[in-house]
T-cell receptor
Framework: GQQLNQSPQSMFIQEGEDVSMNCTSS?????WLWYKQDPGEGPVLLIA?????ELTSNGRLTAQFGITRKDSFLNISASIPSDVGIYFC?????????????FGTGTRLQVTL | DTAVSQTPKYLVTQMGNDKSIKCEQN?????MYWYKQDSKKFLKIMFS???????INETVPNRFSPKSPDKAHLNLHINSLELGDSAVYFC????????????FGPGTRLTVL
């Protein structure tokens, strides 16, 4: 099955630094979602994007829905230790009953003090 | 006040056994999903039910049989467990009207020996 390509695969940054990650697809999506997964937990929704070009913020997090509808970006500003985890993008091709999510390969974020 | 709950959290069993995982959501959603996350953290949809009706079946072996007694519950029964079934299984739910955002349970780590 299709998987979305996320980059970078992993990041090691210092506390206080800004982080950028992106997600690309060969297919168009009508919805992009960004999730964070902590060890031993399920993915938690961070930001949802519904329109091409949309820019949405949630605290220190900002995400954008690419104009082509084939990509999305997530930025984290002023990282803190609790930002550690795996970040997944996910795309939905349509808004019908079968809202199948296709997940990205994940970006593992490590924050050092 | 858990939104999506799964039991058990951990499941260790022998090859060839039959096991079940249960999922319940108290969000009032009408659609529920099962996802599988492998050792590389790839998340892939397995099944989706809308109002107790199967709407997504992603080429999963027929040893896996989901059952939805009502729209708040979606259970997963696995027959004749194989080593390759070892993974973390996540339940999720969403509402077809509105934003279709999916909310995930904490996961069930299945280990087949």
């Amino acid at each position: 099955g299709q998987q979305l390509n996320q980059s970078p695969q992993s990041m090691f940054i210092q506390e206080g630094e800004d982080v950028s990650m992106n997600c690309t697809s060969s297919s168009i999506f009508n919805t992009w979602l960004w999730y964070k997964q902590d060890p031993g937990e399920g993915p938690v929704l961070l930001i949802a994007l519904y329109k091409a070009g949309e820019l949405t913020s949630n605290g220190r997090l900002t995400a954008q829905f690419g104009i082509t509808r084939k990509d999305s970006f997530l930025n984290i500003s002023a990282s803190i230790p609790s930002d550690v985890g795996i970040y997944f993008c996910a795309g939905q091709p349509n808004t019908g009953t079968a809202s199948k999510l296709t997940f990205g390969t994940g970006t593992r974020l490590q924050v050092t003090l | 006040d858990t939104a999506v709950s799964q039991t058990p959290k951990y499941l260790v069993t022998q090859m060839g056994n039959d096991k079940s995982i249960k999922c319940e959501q108290n969000l009032g959603h009408d659609t529920m999903y099962w996802y599988k996350q492998d050792s590389k953290k790839f998340l892939k949809i397995m099944f989706s039910y809308n109002n107790k009706e199967l709407i997504i079946n992603e080429t999963v072996p027929n040893r896996f049989s989901p059952k939805s007694p009502d729209k708040a519950h979606l259970n997963l029964h696995i027959n004749s467990l194989e080593l390759g079934d070892s993974a973390v299984y996540f339940c999720a739910s969403s509402q077809t009207s509105g934003t279709h955002e999916q909310f995930f349970g904490p996961g069930t780590r299945l280990t087949v020996l």
